[in-house]
């Protein structure tokens, strides 16, 4: 199954968060944060302006990102947990 997303929207990858502190405390599920970087598996076209000329995105595929904790929807695709964002919604590219 292919997903293409619209406008201004990117489909990203949550990228696993570390198991232990920086002290090496062991951190169970249950107490564990979503992880707030991710790779990005799909890009829209870009948005629409005023003029209804397309302005394109600033990320592309495989770009590392980092976006806010209560951004996107979650959607499962092909088996796959994945999140879907605006790119408004991301702060940034990870080099």
């Known amino acids: 199954m292919s997903f293409r997303p619209l406008h201004d929207r990117v489909l990203a990858r949550r990228l696993d968060a570390d198991d232990k502190t920086a002290g090496g405390i062991i951190i169970p599920d249950s107490a564990k944060e979503k992880p707030q970087e991710g790779e990005v598996v799909a890009v829209?076209?870009?948005?629409?302006?005023?003029?209804?000329?397309?302005?394109?995105?600033?990320?592309?595929?495989?770009?590392?990102?980092?976006?806010?904790?209560?951004?996107?929807t979650e959607v499962k695709i092909g088996g796959e947990e994945l999140i879907i964002l605006k790119e408004s919604d991301i702060f940034g590219v990870i080099s």
């Open 44 to 72: 829209g076209p870009g948005a629409l302006s005023e003029k209804g000329e397309t302005v394109p995105m600033n990320v592309k595929k495989g770009d590392r990102i980092l976006f806010g904790k209560y951004s996107g």
